[in-house]
């Protein structure tokens, strides 16, 4: 039995958030409002339904009464003595995915928070290392070293880990939660339904990413996974073909379940050469950017670096101004302080040049993505042209059918 809920006409899951089941309406509303859209009835009777929907899920009190009918619905939809009462099996081969998944971001969990406890224990190790006296900088320097590599090796299998998850993740059709402890799809994770159209994904994403924003703000435990899983979800479901093919695997991926159709056709298309080529322009970009912002990053680590060689070099040049090479230690200490001053002169022009390469990173992705949905937009007009006129020709095919069968 299927039951059509105002959470259905909305889009959304029964547990949305106040806040996106308003911004969704608004959407759908401004989508659907009659005077946009004059010359299609259909509108009308989409707009009474999605008013009344929002009437019902706005009040909370209404809301929780639909949502107790929808739970005695669901609760009689199956008698013991259904043919169909026993589940479908679950594919062995889905199964495994989600369970190689799941065992990856439990992983991935525990090797960020290693990570993080060695970073903890590196700066600590570094400080120690920074009040030590000078006597004994020399160890200090050696522990806080080995420290800031161990520090380094805990994040490099952070990031391995939680790579291999994400990995794990996308083959077997999941988007995984912040604490690894469970798998849900993507449209879960922006409290949606599987027939959702583009306007309210973006909206939806559009809410909880300023939800999530301001948690951050006030260091909120988890907020951060939330946000990791609200943007691969987004990233997937606002691409056609993305959320084409991955639309087609959950429906394989749930087998006795109706299969969801989107909203209009989408059809697969062959990047252009113009595209290729935007695409590789701006993948070049990115590359040279980061470089950029390595390179700035250690201009700032050389600088600081070198201002306290020239520090340290100082001060053993004033303990040393009765020595009889005084006037060595004295020259030695000028030269690094030439040095550092030179080292920090360097860092506003890597700073410079890795602000303009980013700038330009952003504007051939920006290009590049325009290029994309261009693209999109004409395929989409084509595939919408081609099913309207299978429509005329399958109604002109009944229409000769119909007439043959009254001759």
């Known amino acids: 039995m299927i039951i059509d809920t105002h959470y259905d006409i909305l889009n959304v899951t029964m547990d949305a958030p106040d806040d996106l089941i308003r911004a969704v309406y608004l959407v759908l509303a401004r989508k659907y409002h009659p005077d946009h859209n004059l010359t299609n009835p259909e509108a009308m009777r989409m707009m009474q339904l999605i008013n009344i929907a929002y009437q019902n899920l706005s009040d909370p009190s209404q809301r929780e009464a639909h949502d107790l009918w929808i739970r005695e619905q669901q609760a009689g939809e199956k008698k013991p003595d259904d043919s169909d009462a026993a589940e479908p099996p679950a594919d062995p081969k889905t199964e495994k995915a989600r369970a190689d998944a799941q065992a990856w971001a439990t992983l991935a969990e525990k090797t960020a928070k290693e990570a993080q406890q060695a970073r903890e224990k590196a700066q600590q190790a570094a400080a120690k290392a920074q009040a030590a006296p000078e006597r004994d900088k020399a160890k200090w320097n050696a522990l806080a070293q080995r420290a800031a590599e161990d520090a380094k090796e805990a994040k490099a299998k952070a990031d391995e880990a939680l790579a291999s998850a994400r990995e794990a993740a996308q083959k077997a059709g999941i988007a995984l939660t912040p604490k690894g402890t469970k798998a849900t799809t993507h449209y879960a994770v922006l409290k949606l339904t599987v027939n959702a159209p583009p306007e309210v994904i973006r909206a ?61 056709p989408l059809t697969m298309r062959e990047t252009s050469e113009r595209e290729k080529e935007l695409n590789a322009a701006a993948e070049r970009a990115e ?50 302080a030439d040095a550092a001053v030179a080292a920090k002169s360097r860092v506003p022009k890597a700073v410079a040049e890795a602000e303009a390469a980013q700038t330009a990173a952003k504007e051939s992705a920006a290009r590049a993505a325009a290029e994309k949905a261009q693209a999109d937009k004409l395929a989409a007009a084509d595939a919408e042209t081609a099913a309207r006129n299978r429509a005329i020709r399958e109604a002109a095919e009944r229409a000769e059918r119909e007439k043959q069968g009254q001759g």
């Open 204 to 264: 939806a994403y559009k809410t909880l990413a300023q939800k999530f924003a301001a948690q951050e703000q006030q260091a909120q435990p988890d907020t951060a996974g939330f946000v990791q899983a609200l943007n691969e979800a987004y990233k997937i479901l606002n691409d056609p073909q993305k959320k084409a093919a991955y639309d087609a695997q959950i429906n394989e991926d749930a087998p006795g379940r109706k299969k969801e159709k989107p909203e209009a």
């Open 287 to 336: 590359g040279i950017a980061k470089a950029k912002i390595a390179m700035a990053e250690r201009a700032r680590e050389e600088a600081h670096e070198a201002a306290e060689q020239a520090r340290q070099a100082a001060e053993t040049a004033k303990h040393k101004a009765n020595d009889k090479d005084a006037a060595k230690w004295k020259a030695w200490a000028d030269k690094l």
